[in-house]
């Protein structure tokens, strides 16, 4: 039996990581961009910057950290250029006293609406931390800012999703 080709190898490799980690992935772009298309154009970007890179990460690196990097920093820059403001027409349903079987669909949505409403910087703070599980150092790394600016761009997050959601328990373990 004959050995793959390097470059055959290489594909499979990458093949094999990204059948693996995309979901997530794309999960997490979700969080930062809000919208699904844009996410998928982010991690699909942030793939293709991965596998041009897979041979100097892929046996000694982490790819998935590799490519979460380049997801973050696409989208920073993304968060830069002239936008669009983007608004939601219409509001949420307001819950009765009985139990509703779209309680749990509802609350997402209020939670991305929150979300979207947030500045871009605290946006990012909060999915990386609360959604990603990063340290405020490695938040700081990846935004290219200052611990202490993830802590106020965290705070002042929090308090803004307080005051737009104050019947949701944001997270354990936080002072209010």
């Not at 820059?77 to 819950?95: I, N």
């Not at 605290?122 to 990063?134: G, I, K, M, N, S």
């Not at 700081?140 to 737009?164: E, F, M, P, Q």
Request: positive net charge; charged residues 30%; glycine residues 6%.
């Amino acid at each position: 039996m004959t050995r793959p080709a390097a470059g055959e190898q290489m594909g499979t490799d990458f093949e094999s990581f990204f059948r693996a980690r995309a979901p997530a992935l794309l999960r997490t772009a979700y969080l930062l961009t809000g919208d699904r298309h844009l996410a998928e154009d982010l991690v699909q970007e942030a793939l293709a910057r991965t596998f041009r890179a897979w041979r100097r990460i892929g046996d000694s690196g982490n790819p998935e950290a590799y490519a979460r990097r380049v997801m973050y920093h696409l989208q920073v820059s993304r968060w830069r250029l002239r936008r669009v403001v983007e608004t939601m027409p219409g509001d949420l349903p307001e819950q009765h006293g009985h139990v509703d079987h779209a309680h749990d669909a509802v609350e997402r949505l209020a939670l991305r609406r929150a979300l979207l409403a947030l500045p871009v910087r605290q946006r990012a703070v909060v999915v990386l931390r609360y959604f990603e599980d990063h340290s405020d150092t490695e938040i700081a790394d990846i935004l290219n800012c200052r611990v202490g600016t993830v802590k106020s761009h965290s705070a002042r997050a929090l308090r803004r999703l307080r005051a737009l959601m104050p019947d949701l328990d944001l997270a354990e373990g936080v002072t209010r």
